[in-house]
Antibody, heavy 116, light 108 residues
Framework: QVQLVESGGGVVQPGGSLRLSCAAS????????MHWVRQAPGKGLEWVAI????????YYADSVKGRFTISRDNSKNTLHVQMSSLKAEDTAVYYC?????????WGQGTLVSVSS | SYVLTQSPSVSVAPGQTARISCGGD??????VNWYQQKPGQAPFLVVY???FRPSGIPERFSGANSGDTATLTISGVEAGDEADYYC???????????FGGGTKVTVL
């Protein structure tokens, strides 16, 4: 069955960097677009970024553009997001999800806390 | 950027019908997806492309989309349907995926 497992979350100081990973299994990873979505504590869902199946296209939310970089390694069935210049408002649970126009399957998320 | 507007909350008695609206400029021209999220859990897809249900989603969940409003309808509401529901579209023009603010459904 489809499985997505996020990792790499933790506590980081403002201005710091963090790299999240999402290990995928149970489907043909290299044929699907992949998203990152986040949810601040007690708040709604916020789309972060998408990468095309072959990595040829990447789109970002305005709130993270220039600071976050989405990437994937199809040989290892792994999705990443490199986050830099982190701010307090980036504190959230970060989910990876499979999909194109809809987000068909989601991981359980990893918590990122930006605090001094 | 494209904005989706949802009512913050809906309350419904067991067995009744819950209607959750999602407003957006000419949203009827876009494909709308709906997600359910229970406390402490990841979201999951309950309706995609306006009206289609993924495998395993009960027929009680249905969707419609026209004009400036999309609607998720839950018929015969059960206690287990109590959750937050989010609408979402792909705004092709900006290349952004957009979520509504979410609607909390409370089963009385």
């Amino acid at each position: 069955q489809v499985q997505l497992v996020e990792s790499g979350g933790g506590v980081v100081q403002p201005g710091g960097s963090l790299r999240l990973s999402c290990a995928a299994s149970g489907f043909n990873f290299s044929t699907y677009g992949m998203h990152w979505v986040r949810q601040a504590p007690g708040k709604g869902l916020e789309w972060v970024a998408i990468i095309w199946s072959d990595g040829s296209k990447k789109y970002y939310a305005d709130s993270v553009k220039g600071r976050f970089t989405i990437s994937r390694d199809n040989s290892k069935n792994t999705l990443h997001v490199q986050m830099s210049s982190l701010k307090a408002e980036d504190t959230a649970v970060y989910y990876c999800a499979i999909g194109g126009s809809s987000l068909d399957h989601w991981g359980q998320g990893t918590l990122v806390s930006v605090s001094s | 950027s494209y904005v989706l507007t949802q009512s913050p909350s809906v309350s419904v008695a067991p067995g009744q019908t819950a209607r959750i609206s999602c407003g957006g400029d000419n949203i009827g021209d876009k494909g709308v997806n709906w997600y359910q999220q229970k406390p402490g859990q990841a979201p999951f897809l309950v309706v995609y492309d306006d009206e289609f249900r993924p495998s395993g989603i009960p027929e009680r969940f249905s969707g419609a989309n026209s004009g400036d409003t999309a609607t998720l309808t839950i018929s015969g509401v059960e206690a287990g349907d109590e959750a937050d529901y989010y609408c979402q579209v792909w705004d092709i023009r900006s290349g952004h995926w957009v979520f509504g603010g979410g609607t909390k459904v409370t089963v009385l």
